[in-house]
């Protein structure tokens, strides 16, 4: 399997509550990176996983968390949204941390009302 | 603190021409520098990178100057194709920390005329 897939691709959730987006990695890369992009902004870090372990995060709280499974997937689960949650949201993978080279999904875009 | 601007929003060229895309970053941490291209409803899709030792990286009609003196790099297409409009980000990062962490700048919306 090539590329990389995100679920769902469009999402409204109320604020208070929690969502879980989802990411297939590209086969053989064992490291994602998840980023958020505002509208008319760049992609923000949010956190990478490497070998199922977070490696490195960004200036985001806490109730955004992720997870890393070995069959290439993984998930970013937010709790109690927040209405400037409302962005896209890119998973993007590699073959190792050390790559930047990253393949991006095409991202799930969050609304919070 | 936006540690990677590219203070352009827009630019419209002709076709055939030569597009230049301009980058600033404020961080001398920054040791590896890369550019990505998105089109609407798809993902960013990686066109090319710089490492900090060099001053100059070409692949086809693409070529990326950096120029750390002055913390600037900027991306040339010659020439042109109206397949190339979309919006294109820089990217930054300090490269031996390994984290996966890529600061990028606001992204530049590139129009090619036919």
């Known amino acids: 399997e090539t590329g990389v897939t995100q679920s769902p691709t469009h999402l409204i959730k109320t604020r208070g509550q929690q969502v879980t987006l989802r990411c297939s990695s590209q086969?053989?890369?064992?490291?994602v990176s998840w980023y958020q992009q505002a509208l008319g902004q760049g992609p923000q870090f949010i956190f990478q996983y490497y070998r199922e372990e977070e490696n490195g995060r960004g200036n985001f709280p806490p109730r955004f968390s992720g997870l890393q499974f070995p069959n290439y997937s993984s998930e970013l689960n937010v709790n109690a949204l927040e209405l400037d949650d409302s962005a896209l949201y890119l998973c993007a993978s590699s073959p190792d941390p050390a790559n930047y080279g990253y393949t991006f999904g095409s991202g799930t875009r969050l609304t919070v009302v | 603190d936006q540690q990677v601007k590219q203070n352009s929003p827009s630019l419209s060229v002709q076709e055939g021409r030569i597009s230049i895309l301009n980058c600033d970053y404020t961080?001398?941490?920054?040791?590896?520098f890369l550019w990505y291209k998105k089109y609407p409803a798809e993902g960013p899709t990686f066109l090319i990178s710089i490492s900090s030792i060099k001053d100059k990286n070409e692949d086809g009609r693409f070529t990326v100057f950096l120029n750390k003196s002055a913390k600037h790099l900027s991306l040339h297409i010659v020439p042109s194709q109206p397949g190339d409009s979309a919006v294109y980000f820089c990217?930054?990062?300090?490269?031996?920390?390994?984290?996966?962490?890529?600061?990028f700048g606001q992204g530049t919306t590139l129009q090619v005329k036919p």
């Open positions: 086969s053989g890369h064992n490291t």
């Open positions: 961080n001398s941490m920054f040791d590896y």
């Open positions: 990217a930054a990062s300090a490269g031996s920390s390994n984290t996966g962490k890529l600061i």
